[in-house]
């Protein structure tokens, strides 16, 4: 007893801690249990109990074992880089010759899985080496010395295959942030990405998350008359009377302004709220947004009458003019009645007609009245006061004054009861964040992600250094959702879902339920076997068995590790491997028995003989482990992963704990140890 004291008091410190770090999943499963044993009726009991335990159900499901997508359900998604899109945007001259090499690779691309360079680059070769072009009369790469086609190509791949490593990055900082648990996400041949996210509650939150992983801009608000002029030419141009070229760069109309106070009355606007960006330093500068929340409606007659600086409707009714005005207005009439009385470059938009300004401004017919003067974004979706969505439109520079790769980091934080974001840009992107703050004070400049508007603070001064600080948000939830846009970043190419499975949870259920008849199976017909065999050894065994199982689920617990139906099975392995030590050992003691040996020498050269072989063999099977979490896909690596967890904790268990105990029964009762 006294020289296993140590060994003992380290065994069981590890079996209290397993116990420990168990009992957030064995919590976690009450939790989900009482949750789903509520009815149909008692949705207000329900609500009510998870408002109650709210903190204590996230807190326990963080550190549970986490099931993966074929147990609990989710989204599997495919995303695929648009590398030709970022061998495009790299060319600083193109012609006919380069577009006909672009068609020609998109066109093979479809139907082969070579990478898109080699593809771009042979067809370069059909194409446009016969015309006496090369590679260097497109490209001006800031790695190429020599010029030589060769080195340009292989600029590209390299530039290509970094596209899609960092859109892995990207990918993966957003869905982390976000706060989905445990996503796998992996590179498939050149250019795709396959992504797990098991647990996703809301399959069309997760797409919309991937799916906005475009270029992170940063762009200043377009000036009102030229906005004003542009929605003129549209509306002139939807009635037939189509404005020539020189007409885009006409005077603004301004015969056909509403009153904005007035329709914003009509539209129900709350309070403004006030969102502060500064800089980290004490002498920085303060960056305001101003954004109002409120339901975009229907002009109504009323106001819509009023219109100023207009002789048109003069002798009209309200009814009358709310009509002319529609007619003559077939696209600002969807915008201009929701301009915001604050700033005439806001625009709240309804959700039925956000599709409507949409299908107009995406006709090709449209596109030349503002590509390349300005550009459009919505905000967000939020709620109205009666309940439904609203979005604000605006109207910016069509490019930006930075992009997001400039970024380093950004970070959420409570300070006075008040949700705060901090920004950190690197050196370049410091000094071009000096230099557009000073050179826009009292301008608004809008931070976009996706063709999406996240904030759009008022620049109040120059700010240096490269460090800001953005306040103002409504709760950390927002200052999240602004956290994750930021860090972001900007992705050199395209990315697009190209197949996309849903795992129903009835099917993570059914898997759940097989999964563990099957250890529980397998684990009963071990035990009850080795009891009868071995007798006292295998009672001894079967202790060692439910040690290991615990140590093995405690370690996945610890570490964060997701539990996935090939993870189950690698379980069901663990119990074999953990009783084939056992049996190796009690084998080689019945030998020693044979021999005459006295029950003590027995066990002792039992263990001693036996030990070489079982860690040999454990070793192997762990290297074979290794190997497949190192070669394998998602799969694949949940059952290497439990295995060699498994492994581990059965050496410890055959060779140390078994031993402990006989120990302790030769000291106080020899005469029960039996090994069949």
């Known amino acids: ?77 495919t995303m695929e880089v648009d590398v030709l899109k970022f061998i495009e945007e790299q060319a600083t001259n193109k012609d006919a010759i380069f577009d006909q090499v672009l068609a020609a690779t998109s066109a093979e691309e479809i139907i082969s899985e070579e990478p898109v360079v080699s593809i771009f680059v042979k067809k370069f070769a059909e194409i446009a080496a016969p015309k006496g072009k090369s590679l260097a009369n497109y490209f001006l790469l800031s790695d190429v010395r020599t010029g030589e086609d060769k080195e340009i190509a292989a600029s590209l791949q390299t530039g290509s295959d970094e596209a899609v490593d960092r859109a892995i990055e990207i990918i993966r900082n957003r869905i982390d942030q976000f706060g989905l648990t445990e996503p796998t996400i992996q590179k498939f041949g050149t250019r795709r990405i396959i992504i797990e996210v098991p647990g996703a509650g809301d399959p069309a939150q997760v797409r919309q998350l991937l799916e ?146 949409l299908d107009i401004l995406n006709r090709a017919d449209i596109k030349p009245f503002y590509e390349g003067e300005l550009s459009f974004a919505f905000s967000r979706p939020e709620k109205g006061k009666d309940g439904s969505n609203f979005y604000q439109l605006y109207f910016l520079n069509s490019q930006p004054e930075l992009t997001g790769k400039y970024i380093t980091g950004a970070d959420k934080d409570s300070r006075d009861g008040k949700a705060v974001v901090t920004m950190q840009m690197d050196d370049e992107g410091a000094r071009l964040w000096a230099r557009v703050t000073g050179e826009n004070i009292n301008k608004q400049i809008a931070i976009v992600l996706d063709g999406v508007v996240y904030s759009a603070p008022n620049v109040h001064q120059k700010i240096e250094g490269g460090n800001s600080e953005i306040s103002g948000m409504r709760d950390l939830a927002e200052a999240n959702l602004l956290k994750i846009v930021l860090k972001a970043g900007a992705l050199p190419a395209p990315v697009k879902i190209i197949q996309e499975q849903v795992v129903g949870p009835s099917l993570g259920s059914d898997s759940v339920s097989k999964g563990t008849q099957s250890i529980i199976f397998g684990f009963l017909a071990v035990i009850i076997f080795m009891a009868f065999y071995y007798v006292t050894g295998g009672f001894v065994a079967d202790i060692a068995v439910i040690v290991n199982l615990l140590f093995t689920l405690a370690v996945l617990a610890t570490f964060g590790a997701t539990l996935t139906l090939p993870g189950m099975a690698g379980l069901v392995l663990t119990v074999g491997i953990a009783v084939d030590a056992n049996v190796l050992i009690y084998e080689r003691i019945r030998e020693e028995l044979g021999n005459g040996k006295s029950l003590k020498l ?41 295995l060699m967890i498994g492994i581990a904790a059965s050496l410890f268990t055959a060779i140390v704990i078994t031993r402990i105990i006989f120990d302790l029964l030769l000291e106080r009762a020899p005469t029960a140890i039996k090994f069949g």
């Open 602 to 642: 027995a066990i002792d050269d039992g263990y001693k003989r036996a030990f070489a072989p079982i860690f040999d063999g454990h070793l192997t099977a762990f290297f074979s482990g290794i190997i497949l979490y190192s070669f394998g896909t998602g799969t694949v690596q949940g059952f290497a992963v439990t």
């Open 1 to 77: 007893m006294k020289k296993h004291r140590t060994l003992i008091i380290i065994v069981l410190l590890c079996i209290v801690g397993s116990l420990w770090a168990l009992y957030p999943t064995w919590q976690s499963q009450e939790y989900r249990s009482t949750i789903n044993s509520f009815g149909p009726k008692d949705s207000a009991k329900k609500a009510q109990y998870i408002a109650a335990n709210d903190e204590s159900i996230k807190s326990t499901g963080k550190k549970a074992i986490k099931l993966g997508l074929d147990l609990r359900g989710g989204i599997y998604v």
């Open 212 to 357: 906005g992983t475009a270029q992170l801009e940063f762009k200043l608000f377009k000036d009102p008359k030229i906005v004003s002029r542009v929605l003129d030419n549209i509306d002139k141009y939807l009635m037939g009377q189509a404005p020539a070229k020189d007409s885009l760069v006409a005077k603004a109309d301004t015969t056909s302004k509403i009153d904005s106070s007035k329709l914003a009355k009509a539209a129900g606007v709350a309070k403004k709220k006030d969102v502060a960006v500064k800089s980290k330093k004490a002498d920085s500068s303060t960056v305001k947004v101003d954004s109002t929340a409120k339901t975009a409606q229907k002009m109504s007659p009323d106001d819509s009458a009023r219109i100023a600086d207009s002789l048109a409707y003069a002798g009209l009714s309200k009814e009358q003019a709310a009509a002319k005005f529609e007619k003559e207005h077939p696209f600002s009439i969807y915008i201009r009645k929701g301009e915001s009385q604050k700033d005439p470059r806001v625009f709240y938009i309804s959700e039925q007609d956000r599709k409507s300004v």
